[in-house]
Every structure is written in structure tokens, then in C-alpha cells.
């Protein structure tokens, strides 16, 4: 289902992207005027090259945002791992002490005594 969702979604960017491209095939100049540099090219491409720029820069700034989370997460997928192995610790050892535990006298396990009632 969610592949489906994926490529309903990418045509009707690819639809949207192609009407732009036909619609703005007018040549434009480019420049960055404190700068000697200047470039003719068609208008859909530099909106396309100035989306995939704000793209690029968007997904910079979430990734660096997110730096404490993903040093929380590893600082407690560490503090799970040394938990796990004192459980597992823990329970060798209960393993081993009851392995060791005399048993009681007369049997192997200790009775339990009945209660009658209403005699």
C-alpha cells in the first residue's frame, strides 16, 4: 500500500515538474550583481535548481537539529546493552545459587500442610 502511495505521489510531482518545464522555457539571465558572473538559461531550470537547493539546505538543517536526539539514542541503546548483560549476569548467577541450594531434609521439596475446615 505504501508503495502505491510512493508512486501516486512521485507522477503527479513528475506531471507538476513537466508542466513547469514546458510552460517556463523562456531563456533568462542569472547573476549575482556584486559578481562578474552571469548565466542564460531557461527560467524552469533555475526554479528546479533553486528547489533542489532549498531541498539540500532543509535536509542540512533537520539533520544538524537532530545531532542531540541521535547522541541520546546511542548514549541509551549503551545503557540497554550493559543492562542486558547484568540481567544475564544475574540470572546465571540465581541459576547457579538455587543449582547449589541443599535441599530440605526428608524429600526433595518442603511440604505444604492442608487446612480443613469445618471439622
Avoid at 23 to 45: E, G, I, K, M
Avoid at 52 to 66: K, V
Avoid at 90 to 99: G, P, V
Wanted: net charge positive; proline share 5%; glycine share 8%.
Amino acid at each position: 500500500m505504501l508503495k502505491l502511495v510512493f508512486w501516486i505521489l512521485f507522477l503527479v510531482v513528475a506531471l507538476i515538474v513537466a508542466a513547469l518545464s514546458i510552460a517556463n522555457r523562456h531563456v533568462v539571465t542569472f547573476s549575482l550583481d556584486p559578481l562578474p558572473f552571469a548565466f542564460d538559461l531557461p527560467l524552469y531550470a533555475l526554479l528546479l535548481a533553486a528547489g533542489f537547493i532549498g531541498l539540500l539546505l532543509g535536509s542540512l538543517s533537520t539533520w544538524l537539529r537532530g545531532h542531540g536526539v541521535r547522541r541520546e539514542n546511542r548514549q541509551h541503546r549503551r545503557e540497554i546493552a550493559e543492562l542486558k548483560g547484568q540481567n544475564l549476569s544475574m540470572a546465571r548467577d540465581l541459576e547457579k545459587a538455587k543449582a547449589e541450594q541443599p535441599t530440605a531434609p526428608g524429600g526433595s521439596q518442603p511440604r505444604q500442610l492442608e487446612h480443613h475446615a469445618g471439622q
